[in-house]
């Protein structure tokens, strides 16, 4: 596998949200290849601290390679976890409870994760129908394939690809996988293409490929990547002090809803009777997309949304 590689979107919009500040202790909750993690570590030196964690092995390893010639070992810590224990992981690098002064969440995949064919993401490449962002642990999409009953399958493409045509999708699916298992990624991109006629969907000016709800669907279940936001969001407000800030990227409208509602139940904004305590300021009423010179030399940040609130 080549080096892990990665282009932060929106990093000049989370610099001037999260202000890292000399001396500052930072949690990036989803390291990838370290681009929104290099400028926070950058801006609180010389005596701040950055705590990266990322479920991929090769994320890790090559933002350690970058770093131990950049920054001090005392600098900085690396853990390979999912984020949703983020408070355990936390407490074990030293970071208490109330001393955070920013926490960076940027979630989904990574374009390296993307285009590295065997990881099986993507339909681009004939690979095995893997799809976990730790490729050490847990059931692939392959299994979950092989094992839902039609029912699950169906509501999972349905609810995390918010695909309409799911229950044909998944019809197909369990059809198909009693004659043969379904174990590659062209394999299940050409079945749902059959499934829903060949028809992709239009986004702006681009065809939309048929299978890509489905794929995003089952990468979402693979990776729990919906339980891991609601699990660790509360833990993050915890640990950050106060004034500290809070800086979530999301990709799709799943979890940005789920961030949105989130900042708005931590802010108080509907509980007019105060009957919850407000332990966030939501700083962004819209969340902050890439402007148009982003967009165009980086497409994936298309889809990024910021959302930054402070603690009170």
Known sequence: MTGFTHTPVLLPAVLEWLQPRAGGIYIDATLGGGGHATALLEQAQP?????GIDADPAALATVQQRWQAQ???SAYQLVQHRFERLADIAADAGIAAGQAAGILFDLGVSSHQLDTAERGFSFQHDAP???RLDPTRGATAAD???ELRETDLANIIYQYGEERMSRRIAQRIVAQRTQQPITTTQQLAALVAQAVGGRGTQRGARQ???ATRTFQALRIAVNRELEQIEHALPQAVTLLE???????ISFHSLEDRIVKQFFRNQSGYDDPDQLRPVRLRVLTRKPISADAAEQHANPRSRSAKLRVAERV
């Open 47 to 51: 005596d701040g601290r950055l705590l």
């Open 71 to 73: 920054f001090p070992p």
């Open 129 to 131: 129908l893997d799809m």
């Open 144 to 146: 979950l394939i092989a």
């Open 208 to 210: 939309i490929h048929p």
């Open 242 to 248: 106060r004034g500290g800030r809070l800086a979530v």
